[in-house]
């Protein structure tokens, strides 16, 4: 993996089960998630991790890979937490492999902390210097699209990648309302050092079902 993991954080006024909800169910998550085009669910595994595959779509190439992930809803300190392992062999993808997990944390005001870190292979030698300072804002105006939806705003279609040449619309969604380092940490730290243990139990996506 990289020297330098993506963390975003986010906080949510809505309940757990609300954003649970909107980024464990396929059809919504790439309704707010730039970074996917598609995202279609196969059975789960006897462990319960779910396979996948998923597209990302360009007017250039369209990238297509598979990943497996596994939730645990039901924790001690109402926290409930997602991990993810995914790969590609498209050698045109800016990443070839990745893991990582979102977490969900309930604040004592019935909102929702929403969080993700993650790492990845390269698919581009050097000019990850470049791919992944970008697919850290990406992951970061992708919270705040759905930060804005699911506190009553406008639907994330509202708000396409283009909308980021309108700065003059200040109810548009923007990168820079999101954390993008832990509490005491920096963006340059091993950003999987807080994965919970599911993900390292989960199996290789490309591997025997």
Known sequence: MGKRGIYVETVIDADVDRVW?????????????????EIVPE??????????TYVRRSPVH????????????????G??????????????SPIRAGRGYWRYV??????????????????WGPLDLVVRP???????????RLRIWLEGGAEPGAWPLTSVLQPWRRDRPRASRTRRAPVGGTRRGDQLDDAPATLAALPDPGGDR
């Open 134 to 144: 970008l697919l850290g804002w990406a992951t970061a105006w992708s919270f705040d």
């Open 62 to 77: 369209d990238v297509h890979g598979t990943g497996v992930s596994i939730g645990e809803r039901r924790r001690a300190d």
């Open 106 to 123: 309930p604040t004592d005001d019935g909102r929702t902390r929403f969080v993700t870190g993650y790492d990845y292979d390269s698919g």
């Open 21 to 37: 909800a909107a980024t464990q169910d396929p059809e919504q998550h790439v309704r707010w998630d730039v970074r996917f085009s």
């Open 79 to 92: 926290t409930r937490t997602s991990a993810l392992r995914f790969a590609t062999d498209d050698r045109l």
């Open 43 to 52: 059975p789960a595994d006897a462990d319960g991790a779910a396979r996948f």
